[in-house]
């Protein structure tokens, strides 16, 4: 991977504050260093924003869980009234 500098900041230091600039927990100064560099770094604007859907994809995915199948609630009662899980 290519770490070059740009706007004052290398890419592997962009990589390493990605998560924590995606949650907004950054201090101005660095977070407008890194919105210079991914203006003008291809390779972390691209990763940076397949990381980003990715984190929204997970967020989504993981806040709607999917029901139990019918089947299976299905032997849960069964067994519950029966008294042998």
């Given at each position: 991977m290519l770490d070059r500098e740009i706007a004052g900041i290398r890419c592997r230091e962009v990589l390493d504050a990605l998560?924590?600039?995606l949650a907004g927990e950054l201090?101005?100064?660095?977070r407008e260093r890194i919105e210079a560099h991914l203006v003008e770094c291809d390779r972390c604007a691209r990763f940076g924003g397949i990381y980003a859907e990715t984190c929204r994809d997970l967020r989504t995915l993981l806040a709607k869980p999917e029901p139990a199948p019918h089947a299976l609630l299905e032997r849960l009662k069964r067994r519950t009234t029966e008294g042998a899980i």
């Open positions: 998560e924590s600039y201090d101005r100064t660095l």
